[in-house]
């Protein structure tokens, strides 16, 4: 190539290096000038005792719900989410603080009579469950989110929560009726008529009915479905189960050691037909829920997430209901695997399964990184995982960092037991490691048939779990 060819390649490259400079400098001020991010709605959708492995979407092939398996066709769905505890009231104060149970006090249910022996339930709400903050509050204060609440609550305070919600209709801590239930809306009892689920959906489209685009909203609809009692629900969910016999289910006769809800182990086809009948007509609830973010044109822009506050056994390992199913306490993948989806059209790719494990002390530091709020300082156990949550966009393949990947293993703890799960082990502890243990290979036994706790070619797992286990929890209690 000749001088003067050279300075006329130069000069014909000129003109496009301009207009990328150009275009960099229009992008940077496009985005100096774009203001503060994004900040989605929030549809949380929490139901009571709902297993993962009781959906479609996670495996199930005989309870029917369409409307979950869509939500979970249409987003992110994690397939190894575990709750922090298995038990209904400590998880929703796990949930919604982002703290362990020894963080902030409640250890188990609610209830008006405590069962002393074994113990069971917890009578009241500990002074220092006030000074926790809750994601509503944080999501309020830092980015003026309207909240409302609509279902069961049962942290204390029913009647009205406050923390940040201006909207709410709720439960009694002891309510359970499924037919012309007495709520509270925002604090005044209302006798109501119909169906606890359908009265709640109904509720919930109030408070969407009340929005404008000016503010984003955070609202939880807690579905008592599909607790017990199994009765009360319409009779068409009823009849699609009618002779059903669940072989698919493993479930097995009652077994020794059965504690909480072993009654229904006298007729588990039975029960089950009708757990399975509450299954299906929450499922309905939530499609119609659904509908209204999408009559009212807010789906586009809110973060639609699905949840349950613990899992439930019906009849694997012999036993029915979840921690407290049996005595001693037990921690299995069917009462600590809770579903978790995430749904965003357009921001949460579609179709999307993640393998990783998270559990329910990561949900409020992932909101916060999703809504640009601060994370509290108060020594949470969680991390965000919105990177896992976004998973695979315009063809890239998002990863957490390289300096801090993602780790996969998660913690738990109810009274007197504590656990660690990673992708190979669960390891139990009761009674720091002094009480009956257990230790399950879940890749070999992923139903936990044979324990391993005593036997010495597991020592060295055990021994290093045990290590990790019992610093995690020094480390979270308070």
């Not at 955070?218 to 319409?234: E, K, Q, S």
Request: positive net charge; charged residues 25%; glycine residues 8%.
């Amino acid at each position: 190539m000749t001088r003067r060819e050279l300075l006329a390649g130069t000069v014909a490259l000129a003109p496009s290096a301009l207009a990328a400079k150009k275009d960099k400098d229009q992008q940077k001020e496009k985005k100096k000038n774009a203001g503060p991010p994004l900040r989605p709605n929030i549809l949380f959708i929490l139901a009571d005792d709902l297993a993962s492995w009781m959906l479609g979407s996670y495996g199930n092939k005989e309870i029917r719900t369409p409307h979950m398996d869509q939500l979970a066709r249409l987003g992110t769905r994690f397939s190894n989410h575990f709750v922090a505890t298995p038990i209904c009231s400590a998880s929703r104060a796990t949930i919604f603080t982002g703290r362990m149970p020894r963080q902030h006090g409640i250890h188990d249910f609610l209830t008006d009579s405590p069962i002393a022996q074994p113990p069971q339930g917890q009578k009241d709400v500990p002074e220092s469950f006030a000074k926790e903050v809750m994601l509503s509050e944080l999501l309020a204060q830092q980015a003026g989110y309207r909240c409302g609440y609509v279902g069961k609550w049962h942290m204390g305070q029913d009647r009205k929560p406050g923390r940040g919600y201006e909207y709410s209709y709720t439960m009694l801590g002891g309510s359970r009726s499924y037919t012309d239930p007495e709520m509270s809306l925002n604090g005044e009892m209302v006798q109501e008529k119909g169906y606890l689920a359908e009265l709640m959906t109904k509720r919930a489209a109030d408070f969407l009915g009340m929005q404008s685009a000016s503010k984003p909203f955070f609202l939880t609809v807690g579905y008592l479905n599909p607790h017990t009692p199994y009765d009360g629900h319409p009779q068409k969910y009823y009849d699609m189960y009618a002779g059903k016999l669940f072989d698919t289910f493993g479930w097995e006769n009652g077994a020794p050691n059965a504690l909480r809800e072993k009654e229904m182990l006298k007729d588990i086809p039975g029960n089950l037909r009708k757990c399975a009948a509450a299954t299906t007509a929450l499922d309905d609830q939530i499609g119609a829920l659904l509908k209204v973010l999408d009559d009212r044109k807010l789906r586009d822009n809110t973060l639609v997430i699905l949840a349950g506050d613990n899992g439930y056994l019906l009849g694997r390992h012999g036993l029915w209901s979840k921690g407290l199913a049996s005595d001693p306490i037990n921690m299995y993948e069917e009462v600590m695997q809770v579903p978790m989806i995430w749904s965003w059209p357009g921001r949460v790719p579609p179709t999307s399964v993640r393998p990783e494990l998270v559990s329910t002390y990561d949900l409020l530091p992932t909101l916060c990184d999703f809504t640009g709020i601060d994370v509290p300082e108060r020594n949470l156990p969680g991390r965000s995982y919105r990177t896992l949550v976004e998973g695979k966009i315009y063809g890239q393949v998002a990863k957490y960092t390289k300096e801090r990947p993602w780790r996969d293993v998660v913690y738990g703890g109810f009274r007197n037991t504590d656990m660690m799960r990673d992708n190979r082990f669960k390891l139990v502890l009761r009674d720091n490691g002094q009480g009956p243990g257990d230790l399950f290979d879940i890749v070999a036994d992923p139903r936990e048939k044979l324990n391993q706790y005593s036997n010495p070619q597991f020592l060295t797992v055990r021994e290093r779990m045990t290590k990790e286990l019992l610093a995690w929890r020094e480390k979270h209690s308070s």
